[in-house]
């Protein structure tokens, strides 16, 4: 399924969150898996942000998850993830107090007429296909024309840019550590 803002689903202007994905997974599950085909619980998979919103709608405990499958992990809706209780001092020294004027200055060059042009800039086919050549994929002949089009062609919908800002800018919502401490 493609999360709200993601592929080929809508992209509204609104507060996007783990917390939304979390519920848009489960009334996925409810209305599809469960009622749709008769299954009681489902197996939830995700890549990246995908995952924190699988493992967040886990960490719900609702019984409509029987279990979930991470890869590549995000540890927050972007980069601007809390640090943990106990974690080490040069961590906890970065990401209280080296990483949030960064941040803020990430956010209004985002939110400035020129973060159109870094999106713009972004989406471009060549520059999506210099990406997952260079730093996604080890097995370059893995990216061809269909995957780079496959990833460029949401970003032309409406909302894209705004969806983009709103992701990057946003609060990065709960670590992934935290939602499985939930568990154990």
């Not at 209780?85 to 209004?108: K, N, S, T, V, Y």
């Not at 973060?115 to 370059?140: A, C, K, W």
């Amino acid at each position: 399924m493609d999360l709200l803002a993601f592929g080929g689903s809508d992209k509204p202007r609104t507060g996007y969150s783990v917390e939304i994905w979390a519920d848009q997974i489960l009334h996925f599950i409810q209305e599809v898996i469960v009622e749709r085909d008769g299954a009681r619980q489902a197996v939830v998979v995700g890549n990246s942000l995908g995952s924190l919103a699988c493992l967040s709608a886990a960490a719900s405990s609702s019984p409509l998850i029987g279990a979930v499958a991470l890869f590549n992990c995000a540890i927050g809706m972007n980069s601007k993830a809390r640090p943990l209780p106990g974690c080490g001092r040069a961590e906890a020294i970065f990401l209280g107090w080296i990483a949030p004027p960064i941040f803020l200055l990430l956010d209004l060059l985002l939110r400035s007429p020129l973060g159109r042009t870094l999106f713009d800039h972004v989406r471009q086919p060549n520059t999506i296909r210099s990406v997952l050549e260079n730093g996604v994929y080890v097995n370059r002949t893995r990216v061809d024309d269909e995957l780079v089009q496959l990833i460029a062609s949401p970003a032309e919908a409406d909302g894209a840019f705004e969806a983009f800002v709103e992701t990057l800018t946003g609060d990065p919502g709960p670590r992934p550590e935290t939602l499985s401490l939930i568990h154990i």
